[in-house]
């Protein structure tokens, strides 16, 4: 059988592991940030079914871009997230958040070195077929600022943002 290289399973296992959307570094641990592709599903159906998510998630769509140099075996990709916070502090988590992803994906080869190692720390978490990736390079795009988006048949309040991280990488 054939590898399988889906670059966003280790983008978002990092992000899951490093991003904190509570400004009390010690509520680390209370945190559940999870990660979902896109598919025709509710804001509500999410939340219901994985309630210990800690009023945070993102739904995620990747996408695949035109090679920008010669060399073909470097690939470009983007991603496109959609983070979700709800509950009594959602746009303190949204600020957060962003600002993590920011952190921790917008420095270029730096973010990809950090990246690189994080993964070869985890190993025990990857199969053969996703360890073999190699990011070279990481930018993160905001589409917009964070806003409310209030669910009309309940009294729940969202905060929503959507972030870009363009991304490049190689088999190993």
């Known amino acids: 059988m054939a590898n399988i290289y889906h670059p966003p399973s280790l983008i978002n296992a990092y992000l899951a592991a490093k991003v904190n959307p509570a400004f009390d570094d010690a509520a680390q641990t209370a945190i559940n940030l999870r990660f979902f592709p896109t598919s025709p599903t509710s804001i509500d159906t999410l939340t219901e079914t994985f309630p210990d998510g800690g009023g945070t998630f993102a739904v995620y769509d990747r996408m695949l871009r035109m090679r920008r140099q010669p060399f073909p075996h470097i690939k470009c990709e983007?991603?496109?997230?959609?983070?979700?916070?709800?509950?009594?502090?959602?746009?303190?988590?949204?600020?957060?958040?962003?600002?993590?992803?920011?952190?921790?994906?917008?420095?270029?080869?730096?973010?990809?070195?950090?990246?690189n190692k994080w993964a070869r720390e985890n190993t025990a978490d990857w199969s053969e077929a996703t360890l073999p990736i190699q990011f070279h390079n990481f930018k993160v795009y905001q589409l917009q600022e964070t806003r409310d988006i209030i669910d009309f048949g309940t009294a729940r309040t969202y905060a929503g943002n959507?972030?870009?991280v363009d991304f490049d990488w190689h088999k190993g």
């Open 78 to 115: 983007q991603v496109l997230y959609y983070f979700y916070a709800f509950g009594e502090n959602h746009i303190e988590s949204m600020v957060k958040i962003t600002a993590d992803v920011e952190d921790f994906l917008n420095n270029g080869d730096e973010s990809a070195e950090d990246l």
């Open 162 to 164: 959507k972030i870009i």
